[in-house]
C-alpha cells in the first residue's frame, strides 16, 4: 500500500510518501525492492548541502536505483532505468505542496525539497515498450526477474530541510526501515467487531491506535476482544460514529 500525504500548519506544507506491506511484512522480494529505494533516499540526503544543486542530489539517488535494478536483473544497461523509475527526485516544499523555485540553483540553507525516489514494477510495462528488436531482446533478458518482481511499486518520500552543515530530515520520526515499518503495523492497528445485533453480519474495522483506552460513546456496541484471530489486539482510544 503506498501512501502519499499531504498535510498543512500554519499555511506550510509537507509532503510524505510511505509503502507498508498490506499483511505487515514485506515478501523477500518487496523487501528487495524496498531497500534499493531506502538506499537511494539516504544517498539522496548525503548529498545534500549547500553549494550542491538538485541535479546532484537526484543523480546520486539515480546512480543507487541504476545499481539495485541492474542486480536484480530488471535492466540490462544504466539507460532503461527510467523504465522503473519514470520520475525525478522530488520538488520544492513551502506554502505551496509543489511550491516555485529554480531547480538549476545551488543549494541553500533554508531551502525545503521532497526526497522521493521509486521503483515501480507494472504489470504492462513491457507490454508498452516499442515493438523494435531492442526491445524484445532486452524483454527475453529481464523477463525471468520481471515475472519475480512484477506489481511492487514502492516509493518513500521525505521532507528536506537544507541547513548549514548538511541537512536535517523533517519527518524523521515516521517510520522508514523495513525493521520500524513491520514493528509498527504489528502494534499499530486494533480490530473491532460489531455484535450481530447491530448487523446482521459482524463486521471488522481497523483502526490506529493510540496510547490509552476508551470510547466516545460508553454505551457503543463494539467487542474489543483479546486475542482476535489468534494475534494480539492492542488496546487504543476509538471514536466511533455509527447510525442507529
Known amino acids: 500500500l503506498l501512501m502519499d ?4 500548519y500554519n499555511h506550510y506544507t509537507a509532503d510524505i510518501t510511505r509503502t507498508f506491506p498490506v499483511n505487515g511484512k514485506f515478501s523477500k522480494e518487496q523487501a528487495e525492492v524496498y531497500q534499493i529505494v531506502y538506499d537511494a533516499q539516504e544517498a539522496a540526503a548525503k548529498a545534500t548541502k549547500p553549494g550542491a544543486t538538485f541535479q546532484q542530489v537526484s543523480a546520486a539517488a539515480n546512480d543507487v536505483i541504476r545499481d539495485g535494478l541492474l542486480k536484480l536483473g530488471l535492466i540490462t544497461e544504466p539507460s532503461h532505468v527510467r523504465i522503473w523509475y519514470m520520475h525525478g527526485l522530488g520538488h520544492w516544499l513551502g506554502m505551496n505542496v ?36 531492442e526491445s524484445k531482446a532486452f524483454i527475453a533478458k529481464v523477463r525471468p526477474a520481471f515475472e519475480k518482481y512484477k506489481n511492487i511499486g514502492v516509493r518513500i518520500e521525505d521532507d528536506m530541510l537544507v541547513t548549514a552543515t548538511g541537512v536535517e530530515w523533517m519527518s ?9 515499518i513491520e ?20 463486521v471488522n474495522v481497523f483502526l490506529e491506535h493510540s496510547a490509552g483506552f476508551s470510547l466516545s460513546n460508553p454505551g457503543s456496541p463494539l467487542d ?20 442507529g
Open 224 to 243: 474489543f476482544s483479546l486475542p482476535v484471530g489468534g494475534r494480539t489486539v492492542r488496546r487504543g482510544h476509538a471514536h466511533v460514529h455509527y447510525a
Open 98 to 133: 509543489h511550491d516555485v523555485g529554480r531547480y538549476g540553483a545551488p543549494l541553500q540553507p533554508g531551502m525545503v525539497f521532497t526526497n522521493e525516489p521509486g521503483i515501480y514494477i507494472r504489470e504492462d510495462a513491457l507490454d508498452n515498450l516499442p515493438d523494435t528488436p
Open 5 to 8: 500525504v499531504g498535510a498543512e
Open 172 to 180: 524523521r520520526d515516521i517510520p522508514r526501515t523495513i525493521a520500524d
Open 183 to 202: 514493528a509498527f503495523m504489528a502494534k499499530g492497528s486494533i480490530e473491532i467487531a460489531l455484535q450481530p445485533k447491530y448487523h446482521r453480519q459482524p
